[in-house]
């Protein structure tokens, strides 16, 4: 599902390729990327990898969520 608004994913360990439609970027840890609203990312790992995805948000309400993310 595509997120509404951009979100930060955090590369904590290892090596990956972040290729979000409009771009692929090659990211090695500790590493931060911002993945842009209303687009579909995909995280190829090269070696191991800790891989944070990280939706900022005021909701509260799970079945909310379930419906946004």
């Known amino acids: 599902k595509k997120a509404p608004v951009d979100h ?5 360990l290892g090596e990956v390729v972040v290729d979000d439609g409009i771009q ?3 990211l090695k840890a500790p590493a931060t990327y911002t993945i842009p609203a209303n687009t579909r990312a995909v995280c190829y790992s090269l070696t191991d990898c800790v891989y944070y995805c990280i939706h900022a948000t005021d909701e509260t309400d799970v079945e909310e969520l379930k419906k946004i993310y």
């Open 24 to 26: 692929k970027t090659h």
């Open 8 to 12: 930060i994913s955090i590369l904590a």
